[in-house]
């Protein structure tokens, strides 16, 4: 059975989410690659056919590590190993989150609108991410430029996310 999204930190079927899940991770600027798609500075992400849907969501991994660590053929397997890891250690963390928790009972209020996800996000922009932001705005910033969890110090970080699937 194939999980997904939590609501009140509880894994849901993806049968039973109301919200289409992307197939592809939204797009964002990287450095390394000096081009923006598909982000908020304009441009849209190409779409590339794919022979075997089940390789979508190892080219999405792979287009994170890419994007984020650079191109080096024979480190990739390790890129892609860091960004599973990173995001497999965000969603722990947002199981366990109340904010993340309200954000997705909001979405989930009103099953038959459509822009019920956005105003959700909307609401918790106003309640709490702008002050986060405001608040560690110096720090946001000098870690944007760490972007590669590879780069970082990766020992310490898989420590801890395998201390947390444990």
């Known amino acids: 059975e194939i999980t ?3 609501a009140s930190g509880v894994r849901q079927t993806i049968e039973n989410l109301s919200t289409p899940l992307p197939s592809t991770f939204p797009d964002f600027q ?14 849209e992400a190409a779409i590339v056919p794919v022979e075997d849907e089940s390789d979508q969501l190892w080219i999405d991994i792979l287009t994170q ?13 390790r890129y892609a190993q860091a960004v599973v890891d990173e995001a497999m250690s965000i969603s722990l963390r ?10 997705e009972e909001d979405a989930q209020s009103t099953p038959n609108d ?34 590669c969890p590879a780069k970082i110090d ?3 970080f898989l420590r801890k996310v395998r201390r947390r699937l444990l």
């Open 4 to 6: 997904s999204p939590v």
């Open 30 to 43: 990287s450095e390394l690659s000096g081009i923006s798609v598909g982000n908020e500075l304009g441009g």
């Open 65 to 77: 590590a890419v994007s984020r660590c650079g191109n080096n053929h024979n480190r990739i397997a």
């Open 94 to 103: 947002l199981i366990s989150d109340q904010r993340y928790s309200m954000i």
């Open 114 to 147: 459509p822009d019920a996800r956005t105003r959700a996000w909307n609401k918790a922009k106003t309640e709490f991410i702008d002050k986060i932001y405001q608040k560690y705005e110096g720090a946001i910033r000098s870690k944007a430029n760490l972007r």
């Open 154 to 156: 990766n020992k310490r």
